[in-house]
């Protein structure tokens, strides 16, 4: 059964810590994406990948980094330098940069 | 900076009508056009895409594009409860192709 696979579904993170949100797609898409909801708000890009082995900053990258080792999984590590790391990460793919894009099912990170 | 706009909401309609919702993008050169459902607590459901200007009809939704306007909507006929969702439009902007999202509108569809 193919699709997204985003883990864990809810994550706390203590304070100056690093924490790592996977995500895993087996629908054999090229470009995967990672976003940011905060509550009341849309989606935000915050890195985003076409091909392994390469990826772009997006609109709020800053205190977050992401590696593209392989092409079904696109990791995003939240680093102490994120000080308001609360929200909704949300991971997408596509095949191409016309066609339509796929979300996971989401991690809720807070912080305690 | 590209913007995509929308009513935060709530919208309500009772159960049964026509639920109209609506967005606007300040790109004239955005060319594809998404409609997102998102329940509470979960992950975005792509609903509609629209790509040319006109209606484009599934089942009770109808995506409606007038690019000359910068104008897209989403009408969702014989609204149901389980129709109430926050409903995401995402514009297709920029070389490299990306979404960008409105904030989203909140419907609501009383029995």
């Known amino acids: 059964d193919g699709g997204i696979t985003q883990s864990p579904k809810y994550l706390f993170r203590k304070e100056g810590q690093n924490v790592t949100l996977s995500c895993e797609q087996n629908l054999n898409h090229d470009a995967m994406y990672w976003y940011r909801q905060d509550p009341g708000q849309g989606l935000r890009l915050i890195y985003y990948?076409?091909?392994?082995?390469?990826?772009q900053k997006g609109d709020i990258a800053e205190g977050y980094s992401v590696s593209r080792e392989k092409k079904e999984s696109f990791p995003l590590t939240v680093t102490s330098a994120q000080k308001n790391p609360t929200a909704f990460y949300l991971c997408a793919s596509r095949q191409g940069i016309y066609e339509k894009l796929f979300f996971g099912s989401g991690t809720q990170l807070s912080v305690l | 900076q590209k913007e995509v706009e929308q009513n935060s909401g709530p919208l309500s309609v009772p159960e049964g009508a026509i639920a109209s919702l609506n967005c606007t993008y300040s790109?004239?050169?955005?060319?594809?056009f998404f409609w997102y459902r998102q329940y509470s607590g979960k992950s975005p459901e792509l609903i509609m895409f629209?790509?040319?200007?006109g209606d484009k009809e599934d089942g009770r939704f109808t995506a409606q594009l007038n690019k000359a306007s910068q104008y897209v909507s989403l009408l969702i006929r014989d609204s149901q409860p389980s129709d109430s969702a926050t409903y995401l439009c995402a514009v297709r902007g920029g070389s490299q192709g990306n979404l960008i999202f409105g904030k989203g509108t909140k419907l609501s569809v009383k029995p």
């Open positions: 629209i790509y040319s200007n």
């Open positions: 790109d004239r050169g955005s060319q594809s």
């Open positions: 990948s076409q091909i392994v082995n390469d990826f």
